[in-house]
């Protein structure tokens, strides 16, 4: 078993420019979360999906999108990148029924 | 809204020493808490998770962890610091069921030889 695994490990970005950033869950696990966690800070909720919708939302703007798809993998889009955007993005998955999350490694993405 | 407190963002500690982190939470329902630490350009591995069964909660690498309702508190430790320890330690916060965490902004562990 791999683990939640994301891709890319990391990502150079401009000002305004839009980003993609991908997750595969951990095997038999149903549901994916995003987190911020920005330097020097703790992890930040940013939304959560299950069967394909989101679920649950954190204190982000609208620039902030996601994606689940019929194999559970998700996508995190960011529009109109900012400077504050710069951080690591990590993914976690679990069971929508309730589990313990497995987080992956994380994309760090710098916005110049 | 639920959320922990974690204060003193470096810790120092002594190879040998005590490790003790503080966490306290705040929640209006029964909580599930956890602790996770995280190696530098890694993510999050989970420590322990309380979930309403012992209080006393025994984890990974000799850390074990006490929920204290009356305290609000789920404090952290370890008898015995070891240099492999040097790491930053997260509490977080969740509903039962819900997945959604809620994390304290860290500590920062330093082991001196």
């Known amino acids: 078993d791999a683990g939640v695994t994301q891709s890319p490990t990391h990502l150079i970005k401009t000002r305004g420019q839009q980003v993609t950033l991908r997750c595969s869950p951990k095997?038999?696990?149903?549901?994916v979360s995003w987190y911020q966690q920005a330097l020097g800070q703790g992890p930040q909720f940013i939304f959560q999906?299950?069967?394909?919708?989101?679920?649950q939302r954190g204190n982000f703007p609208d620039r902030f999108s996601g994606h689940q798809f019929p194999n559970y993998s998700s996508e995190l889009n960011v529009n109109a990148l900012l400077l504050g955007d710069s951080a690591l993005y990590l993914c976690?998955?679990?069971?929508?029924?309730?589990?313990?999350?497995?987080f992956g490694q994380g994309t760090r993405l710098t916005v110049v | 809204a639920q959320s922990v407190t974690q204060l003193g963002s470096h810790v120092s500690v002594s190879e040998g020493a005590l490790v003790l982190l503080r966490c306290n939470y705040s929640?209006?329902?029964?909580?599930?808490l956890f602790w996770y630490v995280q190696y530098p350009n890694q993510g999050l591995q989970l420590l322990l998770k309380?979930?309403?069964?012992?209080?006393l909660v025994k984890g990974i690498n000799g850390f074990e962890a006490e929920f204290k309702k009356s305290e609000t508190s789920f404090h952290l430790t370890k008898p015995s610091a070891h240099m492999s320890d040097a790491a930053e330690y997260f509490c977080?916060?969740?509903?039962?069921?819900?997945?959604?965490?809620?994390f304290g902004k860290g500590n920062q562990v330093v082991v001196i030889p």
């Open positions: 976690a998955s679990s069971l929508y029924s309730g589990s313990e999350a497995f």
């Open positions: 095997s038999g696990h149903d549901t």
């Open positions: 999906y299950y069967e394909e919708e989101e679920r």
């Open positions: 929640s209006s329902v029964p909580p599930y």
């Open positions: 309380y979930t309403s069964a012992a209080t």
């Open positions: 977080a916060v969740s509903d039962y069921g819900n997945n959604r965490l809620a």
